[in-house]
């Protein structure tokens, strides 16, 4: 009974990380959408900064996402 409860706890560790893969993901694609939408106007103009900045929490989103993808689906 014992030789169970490793399998189930890779189990859920492999289900974890296929769901974390997935929020990062979905986080990614939402800041690339930011940093493509956003605009700004005036004095204090901010919005290239923004932009950067989401451009970077994009490619560090998707890093982290392919790391986790790949252990959660590996067989």
Not at 11 to 25: A, D, E, H, S
Not at 44 to 50: E, F, G, K, M, P
Not at 61 to 70: I, S, Y
Request: proline residues 1%; aromatic residues 10%.
């Amino acid at each position: 009974m014992t030789s169970i409860k490793p399998i189930e706890e890779a189990f859920m560790n492999k289900t974890l990380c296929k769901t974390i893969t997935v929020i990062l993901t979905l986080l990614a694609i939402a800041s690339v959408l930011g940093a493509v939408t956003i605009t700004g106007s005036g004095v204090l103009d901010l919005s290239n900064i923004v932009r950067y900045f989401l451009i970077g929490f994009a490619v560090v989103f998707d890093v982290a996402a392919v790391l986790t993808g790949r252990y959660g689906w590996k067989s």
